[in-house]
């Protein structure tokens, strides 16, 4: 995010050492550049300088004062020193003062390990609380089943704040008050739940310490497991395949899906699906929707993707005069839910009553989604019962003894644990266009897209808004994918703005994901997200598709077996009273 | 029936409420930095700004309600709570200080925290500090309501309270 202004290169020195970076580069920056790490507990790589926490500074040769390297441009001829004895001595003083006003809770904090905070203290040999402790007596807010804020925990740095409000623009959290007296509180010191939060937990992925963190229901499920009577059944999301990996020292992106399927079975799951088919389901009813409103004519364009729930509650507080144009198809854990309660407790022989449906998610929302509206009961019983977000995985695995880096490669079970390249798309931002272009031209033209066309390269990467054209049979599709809140506001403008025009809509058909990068840069997932690491994890998904027999979600033989032996059509009677759901406007502040 | 007749009082005064924030956002709308402006015509107005307020202001301009109140909270002026019926205003300006403001501050706030044991009456009262309000030659002073009272010591607060709870 920072402003480079030109191609233009400045050389300056860092620690008398020669460095030459692109104009507009921060000092903090440089640094990392030449090999030097600044800390700092409020400048993240995804968010603009606050300059709050005063960790980074630095001395630059010929200045009385020092300067925070987070928010100071390093200039021509600059020479800047980043570590001496002063320094360390300030930057240590700094944090008893921010330890005087948190709690010597890390022991049982939910961050215990990988503490930002926690981690400079140790590296700058912090051993006693120098200074009086003055620790907030307030409240946590439990209020959202999501997510939970510990405000004594909060240092003030304001990531969640810029997060919520600059990328996501929900504004749902803000600094309140000035000065000594400055705090993060939900809109106007009202609960979460009474906030226009959507749950998707970027706050939590982007703060430092354990004041923002997921709802921990791990230990629901190890009673789930531990119960003889109940039949456990796990799914894994597609980014977290990709993703889990980085908890066990594996680079970002690496693929274990067979690796984390053996090790699920060895918790104790007895079937072990994988949310990829539902994926391929979900395409096969959206797909159709698409079709049905491009090429019949039957409801609103554009046609705006479902899958997020983190995007759904936004939509329904904020974007209500366009639900009409909201895919009615649920997402895929919700499908899988319903199908492994129906169709997989029936060829199995189980009482739906007695089987426990646990969901892997690289997102927080998704805890939200399980009860969202009676269409996620319409198995008869809740569909899916627990959510664990990556992060709680990963807690689950280490608590089991089980050593995953030796876990054996073995498969999922049939048959909702096959899957086409098509559905591990899914995890990434472009990746429900993708797959859904893929299915929609075989339903207009009867044809596959060519093997060169299999890619469609325009959907993918980082960019805030993606715009691509496909044709159809000779009309051409035109389609927009968004991530990150702040994004989506712009593309529905857009919508609206011809709608109120009278005009043709700029789109057929729009993707959104909540978070920047899509899932795999969900809520939920391994803490240390930047662009670097997304870009990995999206590359993980791509080769798995690449990788896959089949790319294309019709194509999916365990989907078409289901069709015929169970829900008859898509979008028939049967598959519309499972997977598929509808949306209603919400209040966005509850008060 | 009583019940009724105080729902419908409610309700219209919350329509006159949100016509005249209507009014202030249509005064103050397209001119830069206009929210500090509204939010003053509104403390103007009702004495402090309601949650109910706040959003019906949101609604009208498009703010979000955590934009609202990271100003509301910043600054010291905007109250979120009704004001009392008696305002005591203890000058904390340096002369004031130096004579004892802050025993004087701490004695009202003793004084009412006695009020509130005592079973109410506290609540009448706004206990405020404010800078230098020109009267150093009184020092210490307090402002209650609009009258100022000067060369105070701690023993004289109570009084104070007392004539204003009679009146």
């Known amino acids: 995010m920072k402003t480079i202004h030109s191609n233009a290169m400045i050389q300056a020195t860092i620690n008398g050492k020669p460095i030459e970076v692109p104009e507009g580069t921060s000092i903090l920056d440089a640094a990392r550049q030449c090999g030097v790490r600044i800390p700092t507990l409020c400048k993240h790589p995804d968010l603009l300088p606050t300059a709050a926490c005063g960790l980074c500074i630095v001395k630059i040769a010929g200045r009385e004062r020092m300067s925070r390297a987070c928010a100071t441009e390093l200039q021509p001829g600059m020479e800047i020193t980043t570590h001496d004895g002063e320094l360390t001595r300030i930057r240590r003083m700094i944090l008893e003062l921010i330890l005087s006003t948190h709690p010597n809770a890390c022991l049982t904090c939910k961050r215990n390990g990988n503490c930002e905070l926690q981690t400079l203290i140790g590296e700058f040999g912090v051993r006693d609380d120098r200074l009086e402790k003055h620790i907030r007596d307030v409240p946590p807010d439990h209020s959202n089943g999501s997510i939970i804020i510990d405000f004594t925990k909060c240092i ?97 992106g690496t693929n274990l899906t067979r690796q984390i399927y053996a090790t699920l079975r060895r918790l104790g799951f007895q079937a072990v699906f994988d949310t990829n088919f539902a994926a391929d389901l979900t395409i096969m009813e959206e797909a159709g929707e698409f079709v049905q409103r491009f090429v019949h004519g039957k409801g609103p364009l554009p046609l705006i993707t479902s899958c997020c729930p983190a995007w759904t509650d936004y ?219 997304r870009r990995k994890r999206m590359e993980g998904l791509y080769h798995d598709d690449k990788s896959c027999a089949r790319r294309f979600s019709h194509e999916n033989p365990a989907i078409q077996q289901l069709y015929k032996d169970f829900l008859g059509e898509p979008l028939g009677e049967k598959a519309e009273q499972l997977l598929h759901t509808r949306y209603k406007p919400r209040k966005a502040y509850q008060r | 029936m009583q019940t009724q007749t105080e729902l419908g009082k409610l309700l219209e005064w919350v329509e006159i409420m949100r016509g005249r924030i209507r009014e202030i956002v249509r005064e103050w709308a397209d001119q830069e930095g206009n929210l500090i402006m509204m939010l003053h015509a509104i403390q103007n107005e009702f004495g402090y700004i309601s949650r109910g307020a706040a959003g019906e202001l949101a609604k009208e301009t498009g703010i979000s309600m955590a934009r609202i109140y990271e100003v509301i909270t910043f600054y010291h002026y905007f109250r979120v709570t009704p004001p009392g019926k008696h305002t005591l205003q203890v000058c904390m300006g340096t002369a004031c200080y130096l004579k004892g403001a802050a025993a004087l501050h701490k004695e009202l706030e003793r004084q009412l925290g006695i009020l509130a044991a005592a079973g109410g009456g506290h609540d009448e009262f706004q206990l405020e500090t404010v800078r230098c309000i020109g009267c150093c030659g009184m020092a210490p002073a307090v402002v209650v309501d609009a009258e100022t009272h000067g060369r105070l010591c701690p023993g004289d607060m109570a009084q104070i309270l007392h004539q204003k709870q009679k009146a």
């Open chain 1, 156 to 252: 003030n740095c304001a990531r969640c704040v810029q997060t919520c409000q600059k990328i996501q623009n929900v504004w749902a959290l803000s600094m309140l008050n000035r000065g000594i007296n400055t705090r993060m509180a939900p809109a106007g010191d009202i609960s979460l739940a009474e906030s226009p939060c959507i749950k998707c937990g970027q706050c939590a992925a982007h703060c430092p310490t354990g004041a923002i963190v997921e709802h921990d229901e791990v230990a629901t499920v190890w009673d789930a497991l531990e119960d003889p009577e109940t039949f456990c059944s796990v799914q894994i999301a597609p980014s977290v395949r990709v993703a889990l990996g980085e908890e066990f020292g594996y680079p970002p």
């Open chain 1, 315 to 533: 939509m329904e507080k904020k974007h209500q005069d366009l639900i009409e144009n909201f895919s009615t198809a649920k997402s895929p854990q919700q499908m899988l839910g319903v199908v492994a309660k129906t169709y997989y407790s029936e060829k199995a022989g189980l009482d739906p009553a007695k089987h426990f449906q646990v969901s892997i998610m690289p997102c927080t929302a998704k805890k939200y989604e399980l009860e969202r509206t009676d269409e996620m009961f319409a198995s008869g019983y809740q569909d899916v019962d627990v959510t664990l977000t990556t992060r709680e995985l990963a807690r689950m695995i280490k608590q089991s003894g089980l050593v995953f880096r030796e876990m054996p490669e073995e498969e999922a079970d049939s048959p909702l644990g096959e899957y086409s390249g098509s559905g591990t798309l899914f995890g990434a931002t472009g990746g429900v266009m993708e797959a859904a272009l893929r299915t929609a031209h075989f339903l207009v033209t009867g044809q596959n897209l060519a093997a060169e066309a299999i890619n469609i390269l325009p959907a993918r990467g980082l960019k805030g808004v993606k715009e691509a054209e496909i044709v159809l049979e000779g009309t051409t599709v035109r389609v927009a994918i968004s991530h990150g809140m702040a994004n989506v506001d712009k593309v529905l403008d857009k919508v609206r703005a011809a709608r109120d025009r009278g005009e043709e809509p700029p789109y057929h058909f729009i993707e959104v994901m909540a978070c920047p990068g899509g899932c795999i840069g969900g809520g939920g997932q391994p803490y240390g997200i930047s662009d670097e690491v």
